[in-house]
């Protein structure tokens, strides 16, 4: 990427872009420099979420850029101006790679016209500005005065315990300001620049968000002196305003920018009727604010300070792999590892902080109690959720919707904690429930049509397949009635489908498994076996309906529009089981949890499947890294050792590549140590653990139902089996399974009984 | 009794402040099944004294209750929003939506548009046309852009020289290179050409000979012609070459006696050394004797040909531009590193990624091949752990090129 300047006579082609004709100046952060036809070292390494400043002085005849906020200093001086010379913002862009401009329609984030003189190609809106900073003088003048009734004078007060408290002149006063302040609401630049920052300031105390009820006041206020349609404009831009700072704010040493804009995040989700139109607004956005970047200047990220001491495995076994027992290791070395496990804990630390922010959001998200407005916050998640799922799992999803696997990865962490604490919750409350230790996916999700599973693959087949074949089946076991509508109007969407029920005795299910066996990762996976027998069992309980048809009364099933949803629709009442209608007699008769948290739990498991299991491999690259540098540094260091004294050359080759290994080192062990606390903690891989059982017991409860485990759809075993592969060979390097006490032996026996009970079908 | 007939019938009156936005404030009675719509009308009705001529009127107002700072429904009655006898109310106007813009706005919104687009080069000169001018004579010293082929030989050259410094005390250096100059034997064997043999056998001289002419001569059909002539009575000049006929010979070399273990290092070192060069021998240039004879029937002499061909890796017509025009590279710039203190092989040297892949064999197997084969290049571009230095290389070179 070259970002920079370029007259109208610069002719750019596929070889020469910004920064390679005479008259283009550009700065590259990808290699750190500067070009102008010739190049030069300039600047510092750029990543993803920087922002670059670019600066152009036509009277001095300079050019400067900088790097959030910290000028590079002047990149190019004497360039050429006079008649015809006239200069155009540019950029040069390879595949992939994507900018966003501000040329002055939104705040400047590093504003240089302060104390340089600079100023955005586009002009801020000067006199709404100062209306808009007037009338929140006269907001901030009304907070902090309350009036004396019986003195007939106005008092001042402290504007952050302030409440209306329903008086009358107040109100009338606050009325007439937003009478002009609203409109002005509605504008971008102006939400952004005063707005935000006004409602910054308010937690800039400190404190927890709850501590600051300022903000819930001014929110209750808006709804109430803004009409709709102005709350709605601003709440957006407000959220986006917020979405942007917090994806592109550099991380420093205590991700200071991070928590601040995750706080005023929290403390607006915080407002019910605010936060209920936020969701309905667009949960995906929002995806940004789980995610952590990973810095890639670590100095400036403060991981020097932080892990002052750098330390990489130094002893390995034949195969190339760390040695285990450690009593070899010197004292020296001992205390630089400690030193540094220490530095990664307090690393550790520092994001929890933010995670437990993220945490917060999402459980403001999936409050169920929220009943005062219209539906509760849960169920308009539940929907905007499964959307987010629909759009990321259908091929024919356009690739800027799709969410990047690396927010994917964080979104999912977050969210199994608020559901495990939500689902803990409500055990505490209905002891009759099961613990969120215990936690499966009831196998009706599966069939009874309240669950929308898209287009993807059932073990069996395709859903309308299925309708077909077992439609006796699911009559018999779970008293589900398909409509015969439903049927024909499935047969007239494919006849392939069709064709196969002629041939009913052939396991169908075969042909869609032969398909599905022929994907590398299945082929790649160590329990490909198990893989084979769950398939077999599918096609052998497709054909073998072992229970006679039995009770009489029947239910219809309704098929509803995802988006349309309501909380009787999926929590159920007296009569109505919700999203678990059709209990299959093997099921117990015993509440599981909310029935929102399965379909949560059922997304996140599908989450797994979409992208994080490969983003989690992908994440591997970096201790691989340090692994195959700490080999090269350690050989190179021995042959240092070996090395004839008459031989010189060869002595100074070796210390100059020991010396480029072990700044490489440096640099990497810090870069590990951030991705093992994002990414490969303790804590993450108890989620992986987590989510691998419940795909177990899902499977173990599903398999019960007999021929009705064709309806599971194929994720929940490609999950089973990728969450393991990803316990044993990505997390193991910074955390050993078998260092988690009793982990490995359970699973082993929940494997065990699940292949005796796979064998009993057989 | 009429009235109070009415008054129960309406249920309860209550009596209500009401405030407008311009500080009028009246009591207001209202019976509780009153809904807030008709509420509204009333107060309106008292507010613009007399009748509401515009419909629109009632829309456009809302009514806030104080006490609990809530907006109420219109459609409920005073009862249902739960309003108390005193109670204040607030009389608001509402602001309205923006209004879609009219068609005309639109059209004339695009135009302004259109106007706006970016300015041409009349329009930059009309609005520059009085400035002074500056710098216009910027000087840009346009280096010469190096062409990666032939740059990237030297850096080859230096490259192997290093990395042979790195990997010579590897335990199983020896073991290593060996096998690499016996994969570059492998190429090698018998291979004689064949229109060079023909050319030869045709002028009379025995094929066995023949060969050992053209192997010695590097498939040379003149020298190895001058050769015969010259070896014509040489009692040794049917003895087979080393190496070709007895192919134990090299091998059997390789072996040599166990040295004292204190100098086992520099017997290794040495041994190294020889392989190397014998690696390096192998380099050697072999002409296409085709390209060769057509160059030189265009009447150059038969050195300068093979020179030209050698810079141009066996490309006729590169080759003849060569010999046509400056001559650069000379061929003895061929065999030439680049300069090791150069800030470029500095920069390649303080790569991780380049220093990471000189650790590894293969790497150095794979420059030796590229020097020889500049074609196979792109085979090790391809290939997984030679792959990323190559890439690595390629990037600092055309980075630092425009230096």
Request: with cysteine.
């Amino acid at each position: 990427m070259q970002i920079g300047w370029c007259t109208l006579n610069c002719r750019f082609n596929q070889e020469e872009g910004v920064g390679d004709t005479p008259d283009s100046y550009a700065y590259d952060g990808n290699r750190v420099r500067k070009w102008n036809v010739t190049t030069t070292n300039y600047g510092k390494s750029w990543a993803a979420g920087d922002i670059v400043s670019c600066l152009i002085d036509l009277d001095e005849g300079t050019i400067t850029f900088c790097l959030n906020g910290q000028s590079l200093g002047v990149a190019f001086s004497n360039i050429k101006t006079g008649p015809g010379v006239a200069y155009f913002p540019a950029i040069s862009l390879s595949f992939k790679e994507s900018v966003a401009f501000n040329f002055g329609s939104r705040p400047l984030r590093y504003p240089y016209y302060f104390y340089a003189c600079y100023l955005p190609l586009q002009s801020p809106p000067t006199t709404d500005l100062i209306k808009a900073n007037r009338l929140l003088g006269y907001l901030k003048t009304v907070l902090s005065t309350s009036i004396d009734t019986q003195e007939e004078k106005l008092v001042e007060r402290d504007s952050g315990t302030w409440q209306i408290q329903g008086d009358p002149t107040i109100l009338v006063t606050l009325a007439h300001i937003f009478n002009h302040f609203a409109p002005l609401m509605c504008k971008v630049y102006l939400v952004e620049d005063v707005l935000m920052n006004f409602l910054l300031s308010i937690l800039e105390g400190g404190g927890s968000v709850d501590e600051h009820p300022l903000i819930q006041q001014l929110l209750d206020l808006f709804w109430l002196l803004m009409e709709d349609h102005e709350v709605n404009e601003c709440l957006k831009q407000l959220m986006m305003s917020l979405l942007r700072a917090y994806r592109f704010s550099p991380i420093i040493p205590d991700l200071g920018f991070q928590i601040h804009y995750l706080r005023l995040t929290t403390a607006i989700l915080r407002h019910e009727k605010s936060r209920k139109y936020l969701i309905t607004f667009d949960v995906l956005r929002s995806v940004v604010f789980f995610y952590i970047k990973t810095p890639l200047r670590v100095k400036e990220a403060g991981l020097d300070e932080l892990i002052p001491t750098t330390w990489w495995p130094t002893r390995f076994d034949k195969e190339g792999k760390d040695e285990r027992d450690t009593c070899e290791e010197t004292a020296e070395e001992r205390l630089r590892r400690r030193a540094y496990e220490r530095g990664c804990h307090r690393l550790k630390k520092r994001i929890e902080v933010v995670e437990e922010l993220q945490v917060q959001i999402l459980r403001l998200m999936l409050n169920n109690k929220d009943k005062g407005t219209g539906e509760a916050s849960r169920y308009i998640f539940l929907n905007k959720f499964r959307k987010f799922l629909q759009e990321n799992a259908s091929n024919r999803g356009n690739p800027t919707v799709l969410c990047p696997p690396e927010y994917m990865v964080c979104f999912i962490h977050r969210l199994i904690t608020a559901i495990r604490s939500y689902w803990d919750e409500g055990k505490r409350k209905s002891p009759g429930s099961i613990s969120s230790e215990d936690a499966y996916v009831p196998p009706q999700l599966f069939y009874n049509g309240k669950v929308d599973y898209f287009d993807l693959q059932r073990l069996g087949g395709l859903l309308s397949h299925l309708k077909k074949t077992l439609k006796d089946d699911l009559a018999a076991k779970a008293n589900i009635i398909i409509d015969p509508a439903e049927i024909q109007a499935s047969s007239m969407d494919d006849l392939d489908e069709d064709e196969e029920t002629g041939a009913a005795q052939r396991p169908s299910g075969a042909v869609a498994m032969g398909g599905a066996l022929a994907r590398p990762s299945w082929l790649s996976s160590p329990t490909l076996g198990r893989a084979n027998r769950f398939l077999s069992t599918a096609a052998v309980s497709l054909m073998t309906p072992r229970r006679p048809l039995a009770p009489p009364e029947k239910v219809k099933v309704r098929t509803l529009a995802v988006e349309q949803r309501t909380e009787e629709d999926i929590e159920g009442s007296h009569g109505n089981d919700g999203l678990l209608l059709g209990r299959p007699l093997e099921e117990p008769d015993q509440p599981i949890t909310e029935k929102s948290l399965l379909e949560i739990l059922d997304g996140v498991v599908m989450m797994y499947n979409l992208s994080v299991h490969q983003q989690l491999g992908k994440m591997v690259v970096v201790s691989d890294d340090v692994h195959e540098y700490a080999v090269a540094l350690k050989d190179t260091e021995e042959k240092i050792a070996r090395c004839p004294s008459r031989r010189l050359d060869i002595l100074e080759e070796l210390q100059k590549s020991q010396k480029v290994f072990a700044e490489k080192l440096n640099h990497l062990s810090r870069r590990l140590a951030w991705i093992n606390a994002t990414i490969y903690s303790k804590e993450k891989m108890l989620d992986v653990y987590w989510l691998l059982r419940v795909c177990i017991r899902t499977i173990e409860h599903s398999d019960s139902t007999g021929s009705l485990f064709a309806f599971m759809p194929e994720f929940y075993l490609n999950v089973a089996m990728n969450s393991y592969s990803a316990l044993k060979n990505y997390f193991s390097p910074s955390n050993c399974m078998e260092e988690l006490p009793g982990i490995i032996k359970s699973f082993l026996s929940q494997l065990s009984g699940n292949m005796k009970s796979l064998c009993n079908e057989l | 009794m009429f009235v109070q007939e009415e008054k129960i019938f309406a249920g309860k009156v209550l009596k209500v402040h009401v405030c407008t936005m311009e500080g009028t404030e009246w009591l207001e009675e209202v019976t509780e099944d009153t809904t807030i719509e008709k509420l509204k009308e009333k107060c309106l009705k008292h507010y613009v004294h007399g009748s509401l001529e515009d419909p629109k009127t009632l829309t456009h107002h809302k009514l806030i209750h104080a006490a609990t700072e809530r907006i109420l429904t219109e459609s409920k009655t005073v009862a249902e929003e739960n309003l108390k006898d005193k109670d204040c109310l607030l009389l608001i106007k509402k602001r309205p939506p923006q209004a879609p813009p009219k068609m005309a706005d639109i059209s004339s919104e695009e135009k302004k548009k259109q106007e706006n687009k970016a300015p041409d080069k009349d329009a930059i000169l009309k609005a520059t046309a009085n400035l002074s001018t500056c710098n216009t004579e910027r000087a840009v010293t346009q280096h010469n852009i190096k062409d990666f082929q032939t740059e990237l030989r030297k850096i080859l050259v230096s490259l192997i020289e290093v990395a042979q410094k790195l990997l010579a005390l590897n335990p199983d250096a020896v073991e290593l290179f060996k096998k690499a100059n016996a994969m570059l034997d492998e190429d090698e064997e018998d291979r004689v050409d064949e229109t060079a043999l023909q050319q030869l056998t045709e002028m009379g001289f025995p094929e066995s000979r023949a060969v050992k002419a053209l192997r010695l001569n590097h498939m040379s059909v003149t020298q190895a012609m001058e050769w015969l002539i010259e070896h014509v009575d040489d009692p040794m000049v049917d003895t087979p070459l080393p190496g070709q006929d007895t192919p134990g010979v090299a091998a059997a070399a390789a072996p040599a006696p166990a040295p004292a273990p204190a100098s086992l290092e520099e017997a290794k070192q040495d041994e190294l050394t020889e392989i190397f060069k014998r690696i390096r021998r192998k380099r050697e240039f072999r002409p296409d004797s085709q390209a060769v004879i057509a160059l030189m029937e265009m009447g150059f002499d038969e050195k300068e040909v093979i020179d030209a061909l050698r810079v141009n890796n066996n490309q006729q017509d590169a080759a003849c531009e060569w010999l046509l025009g400056d001559r650069k590279p000379t061929p003895e710039d061929l065999d030439k590193g680049i300069d090791t203190s150069s800030p470029l092989f500095q920069a390649i040297l303080e790569n991780p990624v380049v220093q990471l892949g000189l650790t590894n064999p293969k790497t150095l197997l794979a420059f030796e091949d590229m020097l020889e084969n500049p074609l196979n290049s792109t085979q090790w571009m391809n290939d997984p752990e030679t792959g990323p230095v190559m890439l690595q290389i390629s990037r600092i070179f055309q980075t630092l090129n425009r230096t």
